[in-house]
């Protein structure tokens, strides 16, 4: 390439925006800090690539769903395909890093980097993370060996795949972990090594299609705990015409008898069931304690709820089939 890469950064908040009240305290404000000042830190980044950026939200990560999400992957989707664009950096709050980065990984449509990236610390807290959280994102957005990875999650010198990240620690910097099969690289002094490739299906080989739509099916997570009756959880979830629940369940996606009793009343009233698992890692398997051919339930295989619940929302978009659904859960 005769020009520099030319990388789009798509702000949203989070703390990387964040303002702290002082250098040293816990106390801040997500999301306050526009792109321009998060880049003037880092003016070096500007050697590396041509950058151009757009202020896409100004949130805490915690108030983000399908209202951004699906503005989000159009813009994405209208930038990626031009020329001129080699790969966007995507600054967002840590919370819900992992469900963005999967919602893009599979609605995005081109095998051009796409890297979502935070910071644990505010803008201005002592030895702040997100400057070089942020160079180390665009160091990544433009190097062609990032193409085809499909969407990746870039901290702490880490790259990770968006299927498999997920966010570990409330505060450490380090939080962001791929339990069961570790990042796809790592990035030193610029330069990114990676030593594998995704798995399943993502962005140019995805069958979803969110472009026309507004909004996406009803998918609520139900959560699973000893002595706990998540039942009235479940019920709701009928009773306010949920499309999907997801039970996040004991060890492999077990429930106890009221609860799963409450699930097999959803899935006879055509409410899909998936069974995941509130275990840090390992897969719902479909031949545990459960047989989920009998119950009406599919299950979730290493999807975390978090990410089992998106993937089920783009799901519910094309059918409804228990048996299609669970061809969709070995794909993706
Ligand atoms: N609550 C913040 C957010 O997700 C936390 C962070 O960014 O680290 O926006």
């Not at 020329?83 to 967002?92: P, R």
């Amino acid at each position: 390439m005769s020009r520099k890469p030319h990388i789009v950064i798509l702000a949203t908040g989070g703390t990387i925006a964040g303002s702290a009240a002082a250098e040293t305290g816990g106390a801040y404000t997500s999301g306050k800090i526009g792109v321009d000042d998060l880049l003037s830190v880092i003016p070096e980044i500007r050697n590396l690539a041509d950058i151009s950026g757009e202020q896409i939200a100004s949130i805490g990560s915690q108030d983000m769903d399908e209202s951004i999400w699906l503005p989000m992957v159009k813009r994405c989707n209208e930038l990626l395909a031009r020329d001129d664009i080699d790969g966007l950096v995507i600054t967002h709050g840590t919370d819900t890093m992992e469900e963005t980065a999967f919602f893009l990984h599979l609605t995005v449509r081109s095998s051009k980097p796409v890297v979502v990236t935070g910071a644990m610390r505010p803008a201005n807290a002592h030895s702040a993370d997100g400057p070089m959280n942020l160079f180390e994102a665009v160091a990544t957005a433009m190097a062609p060996e990032s193409h085809g990875r499909g969407v990746m999650v870039v901290t702490n010198d880490t790259v990770f795949g968006a299927r498999d990240v997920t966010k570990s620690c409330t505060t450490a910097i380090h939080t962001f972990q791929a339990p069961n099969f570790g990042p796809l690289g790592h990035i030193h002094a610029q330069h990114v090594e990676f030593q594998r490739k995704p798995q399943r299906k993502h962005t140019t080989e995805s069958e979803f299609h969110v472009d026309n739509l507004n909004e996406l099916p009803k998918v609520g997570i139900a959560f699973a705990h000893a002595g706990g009756d998540s039942a009235i959880a479940v019920n709701a979830f009928i009773d306010h015409n949920y499309d999907g629940i997801i039970h996040a369940g004991f060890g492999n996606g077990n429930f106890n008898h009221k609860v799963g009793d409450a699930l097999q009343r959803a899935a006879r009233q055509g409410v899909t069931v998936i069974r995941a698992s509130r275990a840090l890692s390992g897969a719902v398997t479909e031949a545990g304690e459960v047989d989920d051919e009998s119950y009406g339930f599919v299950a979730s295989g290493l999807l975390n709820p978090q990410k089992a619940r998106i993937l089920l929302q783009l799901i519910l978009t094309m059918t409804r089939d228990r048996q299609h659904i669970r061809a969709f859960f070995k794909a993706y």
